[in-house]
């Protein structure tokens, strides 16, 4: 029998502590005791906040080393020079509305459901038999070319510059903006498609022509298709959702086609462009949130003012002639309830509104 051996001695390697582990550092929220890197709006954090804030991450908050990625010939992550606009601190804006993922598809398929349902209700009920043609040709012409500048913004506006902000923030409302305006464009083709099944007089192809060659809408066209070349993504946003949608898109939504409607028996109308309105009303609050933050900015405030205002220089006039060439169009409905001067008279109050609201010098040519 042999003798039992040794057991076997077994080495490991000794810890060293080096500093570089997790925790030894100092971030801005070191000696906290709250379980969170931010600072809630109100008492307590909200879902989506807690969802949102810093899901994007910024060497001015909590990456030491520097951008952990970035572009092969340029700056890296997320720059702020990709606007002249300057915030002490951009991460100070938070979306009114708190969309995250949940209350986008939650609200969007409200709104799905909200049209579907109604234009389901209008075939069963033949409600296009008692529309006269005049009204018939208003929708075909004018509500089918819009269908184009709401897909115009949603794809070449809101998509292209939806991660072009400094924060997950301010992206994520331009995300939800983007989808609010495909959506709406989409909801008015299907109203397009079903006209165009259960009325023979009504042609679902000839808004292709007037968007393209109507002398009234040419410079609506021009507008949105300039839209799209602007490079800086805050002045993008302003342009679009400050000046163009309040005194384009609001003048022909709101204050023509859901002021005539019922007066020509169409009740359909109202409900599928309500919802773009409503849509719109969300996506001018967070926009209205986020242009009164570099407003009132301690360090750039006057700085951005100025530059809100060499935009509106451009923009104003050029919106302004967009919506004086649409004015023909507000005779063509039979019963002409109301005049193309009421409703710019009533966009300009509106516009001069939220241009008090973020705390902007309205413009000379409002008064013209």
């Given at each position: 029998m042999s003798a039992p051996t040794a057991p076997r001695e077994r080495s490991f390697?000794?810890?060293?502590?080096?500093?570089?582990?997790a925790g030894a550092k100092s971030f801005p929220s070191s000696t906290s005791r709250r379980y969170s890197y931010y600072q809630p709006a109100k008492k307590r954090a909200t879902m989506y906040e807690d969802v949102t804030v810093d899901v994007q991450p910024d060497p001015d908050r909590h990456l030491t080393q520097g951008w952990i990625y970035g572009f092969g010939n340029g700056p890296g992550g997320y720059p702020q020079e990709w606007t002249a606009a300057k915030s002490s601190n951009w991460h100070a804006f938070l979306d009114p509305n708190e969309e995250w993922e949940q209350t986008i598809y939650r609200n969007s398929s409200a709104v799905v459901h909200q049209v579907s349902l109604c234009l389901e209700n209008a075939k069963r009920a033949r409600a296009y038999d008692g529309w006269n043609s005049a009204w018939l040709k208003f929708i075909q012409n004018n509500l089918g070319a819009w269908m184009h500048a709401e897909s115009g913004m949603g794809l070449h506006v809101f998509t292209s510059i939806q991660r072009s902000a400094p924060t997950n923030m301010i992206?994520?409302?331009?995300?939800?903006?983007?989808?609010?305006?495909?959506?709406?464009?989409q909801d008015l083709a299907l109203f397009n498609l079903d006209l165009s099944d259960a009325e023979e007089e009504f042609d679902g192809s000839a808004h292709k022509e007037i968007w393209q060659?109507?002398?009234?809408?040419?410079?609506?066209?021009e507008a949105v298709e300039r839209l799209t070349a602007i490079g800086d993504w805050c002045e993008l946003l302003f342009a679009t959702n400050i000046v163009f949608e309040q005194l384009v898109g609001s003048l022909f939504r709101s204050e023509l086609v859901m002021q005539v409607s019922a007066r020509n028996g169409d009740y359909i109308t109202p409900?599928?462009?309500?919802?773009?309105?409503?849509?719109y009303d969300r996506d001018l609050n967070y926009s209205r949130a986020l242009f009164r933050m570099l407003s009132r900015d301690e360090q750039h405030g006057e700085a951005n003012k100025a530059l809100?205002?060499?935009?509106?220089?451009?923009?104003v006039p050029r919106c302004l002639a967009a919506a004086r060439a649409l004015q023909p169009i507000w005779s063509q409905p039979a019963d002409k309830s109301i005049t193309f001067a009421v409703s710019l008279d009533a966009a300009k109050a509106k516009f001069s509104d939220v241009l008090s609201d973020i705390e902007v010098t309205i413009p000379e040519e409002l008064n013209q």
């Open positions: 390697p000794s810890i060293e502590f080096t500093d570089a582990e992206n994520n409302a331009v995300a939800v903006n983007a989808a609010h305006k495909l959506r709406f464009a060659s109507a002398p009234e809408w040419q410079p609506t066209r409900t599928i462009v309500g919802t773009g309105e409503h849509d809100f205002a060499t935009w509106m220089s451009e923009w």
